[in-house]
């Protein structure tokens, strides 16, 4: 899988509550090229995929399976555990297709760590949409809100996940709860928040001292506007497991390895 991953990076381990952020594609695959994620477990956090372009196939030890396309989202809750695979759509493996998507680690609080594992799936088409009232800004609000219109995902905490498509010549501000950590993610095309510009794959990440993200787009850009209030709780993290403390992280690793998370029937 070709990945562009803005964070973790040695510089910057999180943008807490967000884990991860890695970006799939966009890729062309020939025949027998596309590789996904077999098997694997995650614990004590939440991932959640955003098709672009093409579909992946997924299947876990809860006995979910599906497909999810362009413009759908999984937004899957691991809790306690579980193992699944992620792969590219059997006809992309085999004669070839394009890629893209997204898929965001958010982190859960000590609390809700060893919850039952939940799935909320969504088609592109029940994804709530905003436009502004002259139509050069689209939102596709996924997780929180804006422009007056609310996400149906459910979030363990407050978090906001907008997908902003700028028409060429717009300025939009879009308003943030003071309390959130936010960053913005380039996918394509170029704004500028305030004096600082950004181009496509840049992660721009914004300081809390203020509650509206300024943009404006001389050529027209698409960017990821993520956001959320932060946790302020230990991070102890190896692999798919992330937990509070390296005893957490030990008792995973023992309860995955004792087959504690089922498998994928
Ligand atoms: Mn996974």
């Known amino acids: 899988m070709v990945v562009t991953r803005p964070f973790p990076t040695p510089r910057l381990d999180q943008v807490d509550p967000f884990l991860l952020l890695d970006r799939m594609g966009p890729v062309a695959h020939g025949p027998g090229e596309a ?46 555990g579980v193992i699944h695979s992620e792969m590219p759509a059997e006809e992309i493996r085999r004669s070839g297709g394009r890629l893209h998507g997204f898929q965001l680690w958010v982190n859960l609080p000590r609390r809700d760590k060893m919850m039952k594992p939940r799935y ?27 422009l007056g219109t609310h996400a149906t995902i459910d979030t363990r905490t407050p978090i906001m996940v907008l997908h902003i498509r700028l028409a060429a010549g717009t300025h939009f501000e879009q308003p943030i709860p003071e309390t959130y950590n936010a960053f913005a993610y380039l996918v394509s095309g170029e704004v500028s928040f305030g004096d600082r510009p950004a181009r496509e794959n840049d992660a721009v990440i ?29 991070v102890a993290r190896y692999g798919p497991f992330v937990m509070n403390t390296p005893g957490e992280i030990r008792q995973a690793m023992l309860d995955y390895q004792s087959g504690k998370f089922g498998e994928i029937g």
């Open 35 to 80: 590789k996904g994620a077999p098997d694997h477990p995650h614990r004590g956090f939440e991932t959640v995929t955003y098709v672009l372009d093409g579909a992946i196939e997924h299947a876990d030890s809860q006995g979910n399976h599906g497909r999810i396309g362009a413009g759908d989202v999984q937004w899957m809750t691991a809790g306690s």
């Open 120 to 146: 909320q799936e969504l088609r592109a088409a029940e994804i709530p949409r905003a436009t502004s009232g002259d139509g050069t800004v689209t939102v596709t609000v996924i997780a929180g809100e804006s």
């Open 206 to 234: 914004f300081e809390r001292n203020g509650d509206t993200v300024a943009m404006t787009s001389a050529p027209g850009a698409e960017l990821l506007l993520i956001g959320g209030a932060p946790l302020n709780e230990p």
